[in-house]
């Protein structure tokens, strides 16, 4: 009865102000509020785990948790990752890219609706918007992928990063007021993995298939559009039942946001690129790559 | 014995674990500042010019528009001693660097080294309170590599060296941005443009486009 009413209580403080979210049944709510609880306590577990492990006389303050689980086998990833790195012609293969004509396209009409549109837009935005404004809003949208990287740690088996990420979103959409402040980091130094479906994906074994340019949405592949769909059914905004304009609407103000913030980069790199449609597409394939790997 | 023997007893036995306790302390910290203020270290070298870079930038002095020329010229001295740009343009080539002429690779170099500067300089001019941090080094035999992590506008951009021992000096052979590595992406660009219009086509492209950027600047 107590551990109901608490429960109650507590997603109540979410939902009666805003009326936002409606779980189908009581059921439910006891549920995810116990899964909540589960995450948090894992989370605390795990980060006494890690202090009573700091003890040791070489651990070092500035060593991300992904370096200290892999000491032991640091050394041989470093030096195989090397020789890939230093062997000059020894390269991954290139990304197969069988529609490029229309992917040339795609990246043409995103370039001009950088220039033409987006930045002019952000320039204007930039100056009514102060920058730190500019970071909160980011922090807000971040904060709502939350779910999407907890789960998706959680599917490939990183169950600590998967609770500190319910901790972030629990502790951000509160004490971070939702989600305008990174509390979690700043305060606890709970940092944020990166996860999402399509490395979820690829951690599996598949393959990014070929290269796909979105219109609007970038770059991308066959993988990964599959996991942007993923990580769209996993984006609170699904929960909440918001209509499609509103969707698009706080979409298009992330897209401004971001622009704002990074101003300069996009511009940079296409001037000193030679093809930059082939550097953009192989800048994709590296970075995931990577995230994958990770 | 009596009660005084006992305790002029551990009173030497305190003093011993408080001398063993100075001693350990002086040899440790002696041992560290020892491997932090190593010269030769790659990350200490890196940390040092990335400084040099900064302490420009940070100039009030060199802020104003008569001293743009100089402060571009300081910016890429240090540049020119951080980075090996012969060893990275053969490596952004790949296989194609082997069928040029001697004098065809040094025009490749110029062109090259102007390209990064502009890529480096262009990003390197909005620098205002970003913060660099040094997380660790890893050596081997004359190869390095420092893991660095930029802190710009809040967000953490993790940035890889790969260092190599060059006359007693770490030079820059790529980076990871991102995971992102600058050599292997040009490779693949430079490759994308050599494939339908040769070596001369690739020349006369990079010729353009920092013609383009010059005009811009």
Request: glycine letters at 6%; aromatic letters at 12%; hydrophobic letters at 40%.
């Amino acid at each position: 009865m107590v551990c109901n009413g608490g429960a109650n209580a507590f997603v109540e403080f979410f939902t009666r102000p805003t009326k936002l979210i409606h779980f189908k049944t009581k059921k439910s709510i006891v549920f995810s509020a116990h899964a909540v609880v589960f995450f948090l306590l894992l989370t605390v577990t795990h980060a006494w785990a890690d202090d009573t492990a700091d003890l040791s006389p070489s651990a070092q303050p500035d060593v991300t948790l992904e370096t200290n689980k892999a000491a032991g086998e640091a050394e041989d990833d470093t030096w195989a990752e090397e020789d890939n790195w230093g062997n000059e012609w020894g390269e991954e293969d290139a990304i197969a890219d069988p529609l490029e004509p229309l992917n040339r396209v795609f990246f043409h009409f995103n370039d001009k609706l950088y220039y033409w549109l987006l930045k002019p837009v952000a320039k204007g935005y930039s100056v009514i918007i102060a920058e730190d404004l500019q970071i909160a809003i980011r922090n807000f949208f971040d904060n709502l992928r939350s779910p999407t990287r907890a789960v998706n740690s959680l599917l490939q088996g990183k169950v600590k990063d998967s609770s500190v990420e319910v901790a972030r979103f629990v502790l951000n959409s509160t004490v971070g007021i939702l989600g305008l402040g990174d509390f979690a980091k700043d305060v606890l130094d709970l940092n944020s993995t990166r996860e999402d479906t399509g490395q979820t994906l690829g951690y599996y074994g598949a393959g990014g298939g070929f290269y796909i340019n979105w219109p609007f949405l970038g770059p991308s592949n066959f993988r990964d559009s599959l996991g942007l769909l993923g990580d769209a059914y996993l984006h609170p905004f699904i929960f909440l039942d918001l209509d499609t304009e509103v969707i698009v609407g706080t979409w298009t103000l992330e897209k401004v946001n971001y622009a704002a913030l990074t101003m300069g980069d996009y511009e940079l790199f296409k001037e000193t690129a030679l093809d930059p449609y082939a550097a953009l597409k192989d800048a994709y394939q590296q970075h995931r790559n990577g995230l994958i790997k990770e | 014995m009596g009660a005084d023997a006992m305790n002029k007893y551990s009173k030497q036995v305190s003093w011993f674990w408080v001398f063993l306790l100075m001693l350990s302390m002086v040899l440790l910290s002696g041992e560290r500042t020892l491997a932090s203020a190593n010269n030769d270290d790659p990350l200490v070298q890196l940390q040092k010019s990335t400084d040099e870079i900064l302490m420009v930038l940070q100039s009030e002095e060199l802020k104003t528009p008569e001293k743009k020329v100089e402060r571009k010229e300081l910016i890429l001295q240090v540049i020119n001693r951080m980075f090996d740009f012969r060893g990275m343009a053969r490596s952004s080539l790949g296989p194609n660097w082997n069928s040029l002429t001697i004098e065809e690779q040094d025009i490749f170099v110029g062109l090259f080294i102007s390209l990064i500067e502009q890529r480096y300089i262009g990003k390197i001019d909005s620098f205002n309170d970003q913060k660099v941090i040094y997380k660790e080094q890893r050596v081997k035999n004359d190869k390095a590599r420092v893991y660095t992590t930029i802190i710009d506008k809040d967000l953490e951009i993790p940035i890889d060296y790969s260092l190599q021992l060059s006359q007693g000096r770490w030079l820059i052979k790529d980076l990871k941005i991102e995971n992102v590595s600058l050599v292997a992406n040009y490779r693949r660009d430079f490759n994308s443009i050599i494939r339908k219009e040769q070596f001369a086509g690739l020349v006369e492209k990079i010729t353009k486009q920092l013609e383009k950027a010059e005009m811009e600047n």
